[in-house]
């Protein structure tokens, strides 16, 4: 194997699929990288791929201390490993021949404390930490991803020269990458980042059943409706793929793949972290929740086999309504239903970014993380530019749903966004994504809410007291004696 003659600007250790392609990346860029990987097939593997994509400057190691010391200093090395325990496996294997002022990153998708815990553990060593997220799957990782890298400030000096150029370039905003702040708030990021790409792939999930199962489109007219939406203001990565999907057919039978894909939705835990902090932070996030669910339910494939078959027996089919639908009307209503929920979804990251921002001190900048999420990631799509003008114009907006051209989007669209969750009610869909959104919007914009009977029942049973909306104060009524001396 081809050694350098020189010492490599950076290493990177674990070679996957996002390591093996971030690694090809780097040295597509002008730095030359040293490689290593537990398993020293991968490494070989990774070699032969530089050599065929144009003799890059990739060096492999099979030894973890020949690897290390290959590295001009201060070394920079990423780890891209499987979250948990291996990664605190490699940590081990490589600080042991690291020197004071080195710097580890890692770039997998790490719940943010264990980053934090590892940035005082390895500063004990005399040692830099930073915790990345990386966004933009395969195609990103070689190509351009959108980076989100949090934690020693010092540490993101020492390699943002390579960031800035690995990064996908976006035309008038600039490199997706930026420094996002301190302790674990790059890992923190990329994980509501992954909410909300569960809160939009629902979403896209649920237009879909709407216009096959209701409208009854073809999957040449599902392409056609989607290629149209990606034209406007859908435009994203989501929507491009979708339509690519409805247009491949099926190469080990007739018809189309999509088809053939078993309808069970897996997941790694990004999306169940964020919806945990969600009720961690108190802050709603009804359209990341219900896709959540979904996928739970969607696991749950043998059960909804035998339920089918119970219901129909009663009568129930798998669509409750046969009335025809116009559908061109019907594919304008979801179009406007999914960009209106689309909102939602993401003003619900927001939030939560913004909560757990003020509780940890990290200051930061959402319009910022807006522009770098505009390429690369998988989330990228044309209306994070209107999300980063938003919080331009208003750092201090409480809710993206009030941004003035937000409001006036979502009160345009409105009426089809009913038009479609009546539609699938009535038809028996589950549309949890766009019923949970059109409720958070409907819940938000309303000034009086029944919580009030809420409160009320509380003090009843539990004398957790109310405030009022006429006098100052906290209140106690002995509401079970009212209500026995009004029945006698």
């Known amino acids: 194997?081809?050694?350098?003659?020189?010492?490599?600007?950076?290493?990177?250790?674990?070679?996957?699929?996002?390591?093996?392609?971030l690694a090809l990346n780097i040295a597509d860029k002008g730095f030359p990288i040293s490689v290593y990987n537990r398993t020293t097939s991968?490494?070989?593997?990774?070699v032969e791929r530089a050599k065929q994509e144009g003799n890059l400057p990739l060096y492999g190691f099979h030894d973890p201390k020949a690897f290390v010391e290959s590295i001009q200093k201060p070394r920079v090395i990423i780890m891209l490993v499987k979250a948990g325990a291996p990664v605190d496996q490699t940590i081990k294997t490589l600080s042991v021949f690291l020197e004071k002022g080195d710097c580890i990153i890692d770039g997998g998708n790490e719940w943010y404390e264990n980053t934090e815990r590892r940035e005082k553990e390895v500063a004990e060593l005399g040692l830099l930490y930073l915790g990345m997220g990386v966004s933009g799957g395969e195609e990103g990782a070689r190509r351009g991803p959108s980076m989100m890298p949090g934690g020693s400030f010092e540490a993101y000096k020492h390699i943002e020269d390579i960031l800035l150029k690995v990064a996908a370039q976006v035309p008038d905003s600039g490199p997706c990458v930026t420094y996002i702040g301190k302790g674990g708030s790059g890992n923190?990021?990329?994980?509501?980042?992954?909410?909300?790409?569960?809160?939009d792939m629902q979403l896209i999930a649920e237009a879909y059943d709407v216009l096959k199962s209701v409208g009854k489109l073809s999957n040449e007219e599902l392409h056609s409706a989607f290629s149209e939406w990606n034209k406007g203001e859908l435009l994203s990565f989501l929507i491009e793929i979708?339509?690519?999907?409805?247009?491949?057919?099926?190469?080990k039978g007739d018809g189309y793949l999509v088809d053939k894909v078993l309808d069970k939705t897996g997941m790694k835990g990004t999306g169940k972290w964020t919806v945990q902090q969600a009720a961690e932070l108190s802050v709603a996030a009804p359209t990341i929740e219900a896709s959540l669910d979904a996928r739970f339910l969607s696991g749950l494939k043998e059960e909804r086999?035998?339920?089918?078959?119970?219901?129909?027996?009663?009568?129930?089919?798998d669509i409750l309504t046969g009335e025809p639908v116009d559908k061109k009307k019907l594919v304008d209503d979801v179009r406007k239903a999914l960009y209106a929920a689309k909102i939602c979804s993401y003003a619900q990251g927001m939030n939560l970014i913004r909560a757990k921002s003020a509780e940890q001190g990290w200051d930061l900048k959402l319009g910022e993380l807006a522009r770098i999420w505009k390429g690369g990631c998988i989330i990228r799509a044309i209306f994070l530019d209107r999300i980063k003008q938003a919080y331009d114009r208003n750092p201090n907006l409480a809710n993206l749903l009030v941004d003035p051209e937000f409001a006036k989007e979502i009160i345009d669209r409105q009426?089809?966004?009913?038009?479609?969750?009546?539609?699938?009610?009535?038809?028996?869909?589950?549309?949890?994504?766009?019923?949970?959104?059109?409720?958070?919007?409907?819940t938000y914009r309303r000034e009086s809410l029944p919580a009030n009977l809420v409160q009320a029942q509380r003090d009843y049973f539990g004398a957790h007291t109310y405030e009022r909306i006429d006098i100052e104060g906290s209140y106690h009524t002995e509401w079970f004696k009212l209500a026995k001396l009004s029945k006698t």
């Open 1 to 21: 194997m081809a050694q350098p003659t020189e010492l490599t600007r950076i290493g990177l250790a674990g070679l996957a699929v996002m390591g093996q392609n």
């Open 42 to 46: 991968k490494v070989d593997e990774t």
């Open 188 to 199: 923190f990021v990329k994980m509501i980042h992954n909410g909300i790409e569960y809160g």
């Open 242 to 251: 979708t339509a690519d999907i409805f247009g491949i057919k099926d190469d």
């Open 305 to 317: 086999v035998e339920a089918a078959k119970i219901f129909k027996s009663g009568g129930l089919g």
């Open 415 to 442: 009426t089809s966004w009913r038009r479609v969750v009546c539609l699938a009610v009535n038809s028996g869909i589950s549309i949890p994504g766009m019923s949970a959104s059109l409720a958070y919007f409907d």
